[in-house]
């Protein structure tokens, strides 16, 4: 339950400060031309308000609403979300939205995306001020990736190095690396101290979509931080430095380690009649000051050898770039401008049979927040998401800015407004699918929750 509701607190702060920023961006523009904002509405408020307020010498209404699905901004003399219809069939006012030329009309359409945009990429610039930039280089990982089973089914091994997609070499594992891999024709890695091509099916993306699994993690050493007094470990005689590189015989990393002894004790649960093995008798072979090592000891009853391992900065080789305050602004714009790019680059996998089943909603959004609050992690994950509000929100839809946008573009090159009734019926649709999409969405999360 923690877990939970630090996920939905983390949510719920991000949105909202998305969702403040997105219609702030709509509200100043609009008062920028001198246009009327009749309300500022966080979140929508269908039949009653939690709270509003109406500042005096104001025309505009601040207001909380009840249902957390978004926001908006009431503009005088423009069909939207609230489908005032009648207030259209008066006289246009001056400071009405549907008196303004057209170009002002466009900006405070923009606004909203323009604000998430502009703001996404100064959450990373101050990201990358206060925290830097840490990842582990490819081509340098000791132990190589370990693979999924998609990923071996084309001909990746546990163990590979990654070099190079279609010839360009990968600096680091991510969005962009990954994009890299599904769309190149051959990805080179190192096998064995040899080079190894693996040549990439076009389907590449579908399968890993239907596979609902990540693609590759990094193998991490298993190297001994500490020993717990009076463990199996103590007993045996292991120290702190020791690098466990098998079990029975087995090569291994920290994460295979984990997965081996989860499996004993599940077996070990299951007290199998036939199973004539101590599960809980290992045989460990480690390297200490350069040389190999082998012993024979037991697991405790939680099938545990009670150590303390070695933190990812011990044992793997992370390069930490620091930043300066005028230097983060540039960087800050190169990954912003890079998590958009990969974003629509990925959007093409939705319109498939299974880019759609893996669409989520509200529970998926806040399953990429960490279960324990981490300021690095919130901030990072709120300009993702500030990302994909903008570009989701340009996309030539009704009810959606972009929508509006593709109506004023058709306005100023056909020099004729869209009728009225045309906009009213647009909106009506545009809303009908964006309910329906978000309808799918958090389907799909009940589905993924269930089964």
């Known amino acids: 339950m923690d877990t939970f509701l630090i996920r939905a607190l983390q949510l719920m702060l991000s949105l909202s400060l998305l ?49 957390p699905l978004g926001g908006y901004v009431k503009i005088s003399g423009m069909i939207d979300e609230s489908m005032d219809t009648e207030q259209m069939k008066q006289p246009a006012q001056p400071w009405e939205f549907r008196s303004k030329p057209a170009w002002q009309r466009l900006l405070v359409m923009v606004g909203g ?20 930039d ?47 891999i599904v769309d190149a024709r051959i990805v080179n890695v190192r096998r064995a101290d040899k080079d190894v091509a693996v040549y990439i099916p076009e389907d590449m993306m579908q399968r890993l979509l239907a596979d609902s699994v990540q693609f590759a993690t990094f193998q991490i050493p298993y190297v001994l931080d500490s020993i717990m007094p009076n ?14 590189i098998a079990l029975d015989g087995i090569p291994v990393s920290f994460y295979d380690f984990v997965e081996a002894m989860a499996d004993r004790k599940s077996r070990s649960a299951k007290a199998y009649e036939n199973d004539s093995v ?8 480690y390297i200490r000051d350069g040389r190999e090592h082998t012993i024979d000891m037991r697991v405790d009853s939680a099938f545990r050898i009670g150590v303390y391992t070695a ?30 790019t990969n974003y629509i680059s990925n959007m093409k996998y939705v319109f498939s049979k299974e880019g759609a089943k893996q669409i989520g ?3 998926t959004i806040a399953s990429i927040f960490p279960a324990t609050w981490d ?77």
Request: aromatic residues 18%; charged residues 20%; hydrophobic residues 50%.
């Open 113 to 132: 995306v323009m604000f998430n945009f502009f703001t996404a990429l100064f959450i990373y610039s101050m990201i990358l001020y206060a925290w830097g």
């Open 231 to 244: 463990s199996p470990a103590q007993h045996a005689g292991l120290q702190r430095g020791d690098r466990v």
């Open 311 to 340: 933190s990812m900065a011990q044992t793997m080789p992370l390069v930490q770039k620091e930043y300066g305050f005028f230097e983060s602004f540039p960087a800050g714009i190169g990954l912003g401008v890079d998590k958009l």
């Open 361 to 363: 909603g509200f529970g």
């Open 134 to 180: 840490q990842y582990i280089p490819l081509q340098e990982a000791p132990m190589g990736m370990k693979f999924n089973q998609t990923a071996k089914d084309i001909g990746f091994k546990d163990g590979d190095v990654l070099i190079s997609a279609d010839g360009v070499e990968f600096e680091r594992y991510g969005e962009k690396a990954l994009t890299q």
């Open 19 to 67: 969702v403040l920023i997105h219609e702030g961006g709509h509200f100043l523009f609009a008062r920028l031309f001198k246009i009327r904002v009749e309300k500022f509405c966080l979140f929508f408020d269908p039949w009653f308000t939690i709270f509003k307020f109406k500042p005096k010498k104001s025309d505009t209404t601040y207001a909380l609403g009840w249902l």
């Open 375 to 451: 300021w690095h992690s919130f901030w990072y994950m709120t300009a993702f998401l500030s990302i994909i509000l903008a570009f989701m929100n340009i996309l030539p839809i009704p009810a959606l800015d972009g929508g509006h946008v593709l109506f004023l573009l058709y306005e100023i090159i056909a020099r004729r407004k869209p009728s009225d009734k045309f906009m009213e019926y647009s909106q009506m649709v545009g809303m009908v699918l964006l309910f329906g999409l978000l309808i799918w969405a958090n389907f799909n999360d009940v589905i993924r929750y269930i089964f």
């Open 278 to 285: 101590d599960l809980s008798q290992i045989n460990l072979t």
